[in-house]
């Protein structure tokens, strides 16, 4: 038994390993590709890097006749051949100028591939955000989401721009190098090779065995970001509850995670360079060596030789250690990279570019044609649900918590597509109309208000740039928040602000107004008043029907005081249709709306 333990666990290991490899191998092909329009430029960063990197290769040779011009000078029993010195000496400066200044070129270039890299993809996770269904939303963390746009983006550009530029630089170095050491002497070039080999071997080991941290390390900072993301918009709940030691608790726990991820790979990633330092400090001391021994057996010729070699030496040990430095951060860029695609390889939206028709003059018929709708196809929420609204209607939607109303108001909109049935405006499907031109039928205030930072006119105005101030000051007046609005510091220009304190009823006369401002032909209120108190709730009753007036209006509501005056009552249970009718036609019938309906009075 226990022999055959160890077999799964190796079986196991080579799973993980060949898993890690093929994850490092796709995200950084994904990568590559989408570099690809400025492959051009990593060509030209590619032939400067080259051309330097020449320039580099040749000084130790030079150096290595300075050497034998001075040694020849000083035991040679001649002058010393200072203009020939000079000269290389001259030489040298030149070369090692305009290598410095390609390498220069170089880096900026990379650095400008990087960073516009970097705005190609938040440019792209913009677009897609845009783009996604909601169901998206729904089964992916917000904290999750932003690490990604944020951490993981921000992650590529550093490494793209640590690792790229000096990765070909320093290929190209090494390559150079150990050509110009076999040019130079073969037995010294293997004597460099030998001493480099093995430190670059336990590099490698490392660095095969390191990915798996690098990706958990991402994921397990998504994980904070989102554990943070919840407390802190819910700060107000865990202070109420007292729940601060559980929370600390669990932030504790998500960052213990976060820190033994975090510490791997940093550590594997920081331990390339001390060794690569140890292996460029044994090839000097082979090089000495086994010089010294070429020099005994073969002449002073050895003296430059061995000169030239211990530049070789750092040459040729220093790209190798900024090799295996980049591959380390190359793995962030990977594990970064991979959470970033497959947020761009969503699901999106599906394409809606050959449909022409718009709807204009919109009067308000709106029918529910048989629609079937469930979140999970498995487990339907709105089953056969039918009903037709004339143009103007004010049409409620009740039931109890479940039933499916905010959903019947997402299908309207188009936010989600119906499993079967078809959903009509004016006689015509809303799958024949683009989402945006559904949208711009509907004027919507929801429950939670949401208001940016910025002017009150410019939330108030907010996506129509051609809305007067008259029209503005005109429908808060209307809705009856003119007055303190005259009351702030700055009026209308007010900037919206924690400093500035609004309260809750405030804030939704706002997006009333805004949607008041939109004039759009059809209106949708989403539990618009649970949030306020009973005298607040009466302003924005008063508000909403002024705002409701000429336009066919949805309101969802669970106190069933304020929708008495709708035209038609739509009782939902369990996602079908129990009644249907105005207030008194339902109280008459004593049915399920007339149980919700006593039900809230029954204390009083």
């Known amino acids: 038994m226990p022999h055959m333990k160890s077999?799964?666990?190796?079986?196991?290991?080579?799973?993980?390993?060949?898993?890690?490899?093929?994850?490092?191998?796709?995200s950084m092909s994904k990568l590559f590709r989408y570099c690809k329009k400025y492959w051009g430029w990593m060509v030209g960063a590619i032939v400067l890097g080259a051309i330097g990197t020449?320039?580099?290769?040749?000084?130790?040779?030079?150096?290595?006749?300075?050497?034998?011009?001075?040694?020849?000078?000083?035991?040679?029993?001649?002058?010393?051949?200072?203009?020939?010195?000079?000269?290389?000496?001259?030489?040298?400066?030149?070369?090692?100028?305009?290598?410095?200044?390609?390498?220069?070129?170089?880096?900026?270039?990379?650095?400008s591939v990087t960073q516009r890299t970097v705005k190609s993809f938040r440019r792209d996770i913009s677009k897609k955000i845009n783009n996604l269904p909601l169901n998206y939303f729904d089964t992916h963390m917000y904290g999750d989401i932003l690490s990604r746009v944020t951490n993981d983006v921000d992650t590529i550009g550093q490494s793209l721009n640590e690792s790229i530029g000096g990765l070909i630089s320093n290929v190209i170095l090494f390559i150079g190098v150990l050509i110009m050491m076999f040019v130079t002497d073969w037995i010294m070039a293997f004597t460099v090779i030998a001493a480099t080999l093995i430190g670059f071997a336990f590099s490698l080991l490392f660095l095969t065995r390191a990915?798996?941290?690098?990706?958990?390390?991402?994921?397990?900072?998504?994980?904070?970001?989102?554990?943070?993301?919840?407390v802190y918009s819910g700060h107000n709940v865990v202070q109420l509850f007292n729940a601060k030691e559980n929370t600390i608790k669990d932030f504790a726990k998500v960052n213990?995670?976060?820190?033994?991820?975090?510490?791997?790979?940093?550590?594997?990633?920081?331990?390339?360079?001390?060794?690569?330092?140890?292996?460029?400090?044994?090839?000097?001391?082979?090089?000495?060596?086994?010089?010294?021994?070429?020099?005994?057996?073969?002449?002073?010729?050895?003296?430059?030789i061995i000169t030239a070699f211990m530049i070789y030496v750092r040459l040729f040990s220093n790209p190798l250690s900024q090799i295996a430095q980049a591959m380390s951060r190359l793995q962030s860029t990977s594990a970064a990279s991979g959470r970033v695609f497959e947020f761009l390889e969503a699901e999106e939206l599906a394409d809606e570019s050959d449909?022409?028709?718009?709807?204009?003059?919109?009067?308000?018929?709106?029918?529910?044609?048989?629609?079937?709708?469930?979140?999970?196809?498995?487990?339907?929420?709105i089953k056969d649900f039918s009903a037709k609204v004339k143009a103007g209607e004010k049409v409620a939607i009740v039931g109890p918590t479940g039933a499916g109303?905010?959903?019947?108001?997402?299908?309207l909109m188009r936010f989600y597509?119906?499993?079967?049935?078809?959903?009509?405006?004016?006689?015509?499907?809303?799958?024949?109309?683009?989402?945006?031109?559904?949208?711009?039928?509907?004027?919507?205030?929801?429950?939670?208000?949401?208001?940016?930072?910025?002017?009150i006119k410019e939330n108030l105005r907010y996506n129509n740039p051609d809305i007067t101030d008259e029209q503005i000051v005109d429908a808060c007046k209307k809705v009856g928040i003119d007055h303190f609005i005259q009351t702030l510091s700055d009026g209308y220009d007010t900037v919206i602000t924690d400093s500035v304190n609004l309260s809750a009823g405030q804030k939704q006369l706002l997006t009333i107004a805004r949607t008041m401002i939109a004039n759009r032909p059809m209106m949708i209120l989403d539990e618009a008043t649970s949030s306020v108190d009973t005298r607040t709730e009466v302003l924005l009753q008063q508000a909403m029907d002024k705002a409701m007036e000429g336009r066919t209006s949805f309101i969802i509501a669970h106190r069933l005081s304020t929708i008495k005056n709708a035209d038609m009552i739509l009782v939902l249970k369990d996602g079908d249709i129990v009644e249907k009718g105005n207030h008194e036609e339902l109280l008459a019938k004593g049915g399920f709306y007339a149980d919700l309906y006593n039900s809230q009075f029954e204390e009083e």
């Open 211 to 230: 990915q798996k941290y690098f990706d958990q390390n991402q994921k397990n900072l998504g994980e904070m970001n989102s554990h943070i993301e919840e």
């Open 54 to 111: 020449v320039f580099q290769i040749i000084g130790p040779n030079k150096i290595q006749d300075i050497t034998m011009l001075i040694y020849e000078g000083v035991y040679g029993g001649g002058a010393m051949d200072i203009e020939a010195i000079t000269s290389i000496a001259i030489f040298l400066v030149i070369i090692y100028v305009v290598g410095a200044i390609l390498s220069y070129a170089q880096q900026y270039i990379t650095n």
């Open 405 to 411: 109303k905010t959903t019947l108001v997402n299908l």
């Open 256 to 304: 213990k995670k976060l820190l033994n991820s975090g510490w791997k790979s940093q550590f594997i990633s920081g331990v390339m360079m001390p060794v690569m330092s140890f292996v460029g400090n044994f090839g000097y001391v082979a090089v000495c060596i086994v010089g010294a021994v070429l020099a005994s057996k073969f002449g002073a010729e050895y003296y430059g």
């Open 355 to 381: 449909k022409t028709l718009v709807l204009e003059n919109v009067k308000g018929d709106v029918e529910f044609d048989h629609v079937v709708f469930g979140y999970n196809p498995n487990k339907i929420i």
């Open 417 to 455: 597509e119906v499993n079967s049935g078809d959903i009509k405006i004016d006689g015509v499907s809303t799958k024949d109309i683009k989402r945006e031109n559904v949208h711009q039928l509907f004027g919507m205030v929801l429950q939670d208000t949401w208001l940016f930072e910025g002017t």
């Open 7 to 26: 077999n799964v666990v190796a079986v196991g290991s080579n799973a993980t390993a060949k898993a890690e490899k093929g994850s490092f191998k796709k």
